[in-house]
């Protein structure tokens, strides 16, 4: 390890340790490989001296694979990327990062095959289209009135840190979920947050209310029937897709962080509907998109008529949420490029399937759409850095929202 002067570092360092600022925030996380966004940030803060390793410890590993092993790792991602423009360099990029996590971190598995389903039998016909499939489900009808209430004080010019904090706390559960969070490595506050009013003057009331939002709805859906994917597998990827939405938003100016966590976290919302009630229509869903090489959101379309984003959507519709939120969930696989919420939640579910970070139910890696990579300007730089301070966040954040 070595000091190296500000003026000296150079994207692709590896930081040794974790990086401080003066307050005692964590700005860069220790095995982060520095991007140009850090190198910006440690100016921002006056950093002047940072200790780095000498190589990124997954590339130096990855020279002492075995060969076969490699290879194996190889030809998996190959099967997982089959649906994908590996020409592309972003999907060239995410490539490169899933076959050498495969191989060093992971023991290579067979290709995808199609899982054994016991549903060939005939199914039960499913609602005709999401509003009614949403109907269906009475615990589905409203949403807890916390968020709109937060939403009033922060139209109030008069309302306090402390106004906002007793909303909350006539949530508990709410309440302890928040301060989990912000007391976690997600925001990496030096001193611990022992109320809700000073976690709304450090955090902002605005993204507390956000956060609320996000947590509210995961309550939601705290039980899933046994069926192709775990609660937990669902909700890694869901908190994996927030937490890459949220750690790329720092390289978009003008681009709210909490935003786009909450984003990421919901854009799934609809296949959670899925899974709760019709379990049975998502196994065959699963196997038709194995068995088709089809994304999974064309074999929801092929059985259903309709796919999860647009139940998704009709969920938080219904539940009068922000349209922006609405449009961001609803269009997250078919991005314009013209709304960068949606493109960046398209671009993080692309990298926590790719990287394997929980569970959705996809065989495959989903393709990439050019217009929402090129709508977000980033480097191809970016993808490793926030993948790589990604993984030691989504565990932790599983755990701390109970799910």
């Known amino acids: 390890m070595a000091g190296i002067p500000i003026d000296d570092l150079q994207c692709g360092m590896v930081a040794a340790r974790d990086i401080l600022g003066k307050n005692g925030r964590l700005l860069v996380a220790e095995g982060v490989t520095l991007g140009p966004s850090h190198l910006r940030i440690l100016r921002i803060w006056g950093v002047t001296e940072v200790e780095v390793a000498s190589c990124a410890p997954q590339e130096a590993r990855l020279a002492e694979v075995d060969p076969a092993r490699l290879a194996a790792a190889q030809d998996q991602a190959t099967a997982l990327f089959r649906l994908t423009d590996r020409e592309h360099p972003a999907v060239a990029e995410l490539f490169r990062l899933r076959v050498a996590t495969l191989a060093t971190a992971e023991p290579p598995r067979p290709d995808v095959r199609p899982a054994p389903d016991d549903a060939d039998a005939p199914l039960p016909p499913a609602p005709p289209d999401p509003e009614a499939l949403i109907a269906a489900d009475p615990s589905l009808a ?15 010019p008069a309302a306090s840190a402390g106004r906002m904090a007793d909303i909350i706390g006539r949530d508990p559960g709410l309440a302890a979920s928040l301060l989990r969070l912000a007391n976690s490595p997600f925001y990496g506050f030096s001193k611990r947050i022992d109320s809700l009013a000073r976690g709304v003057m450090l955090i902002g009331a605005g993204e507390l209310a956000l956060l609320a939002l996000g947590i509210s709805v995961a309550a939601k859906f705290k039980n899933l029937p046994p069926g192709c994917v775990t609660l937990r597998q669902t909700w890694e990827h869901a908190v994996g897709c927030g937490v890459l939405a949220r750690l790329l938003a720092t390289q978009i100016r003008g681009l709210p962080q909490e935003r786009a966590f909450v984003a990421g976290l919901l854009h799934d919302a609809g296949r959670l509907v899925l899974l709760r009630l019709l379990p049975r229509h998502m196994a065959r869903i699963v196997r038709v998109a194995r068995e088709e090489a089809m994304p999974l959101r064309c074999a ?34 078919a991005p314009d490029g013209a709304d960068p919420d949606t493109a960046l939640v398209h671009l993080a579910n692309c990298m926590a399937i790719s990287q394997g970070i929980g569970a959705n139910g996809s065989p495959w890696v989903p393709p990439l759409e050019p217009a929402a990579w090129t709508a977000l300007g980033l480097p191809g730089s970016a993808l490793a850095v926030a993948l790589s301070q990604a993984r030691r966040q989504v565990s932790d954040l599983v755990a701390m929202l109970a799910v």
Do not use: K
């Open 142 to 156: 409203s949403f807890s009135d916390v968020y709109f209430r937060l939403q009033e004080a922060l139209d109030d």
């Open 300 to 333: 929801e379309q092929a059985v259903l008529g309709y796919d999860h984003a647009a139940v998704g959507r009709s969920l938080l519709t219904r539940w009068s949420l922000p349209p922006g939120l609405c449009a961001a969930v609803g269009d997250h696989h």
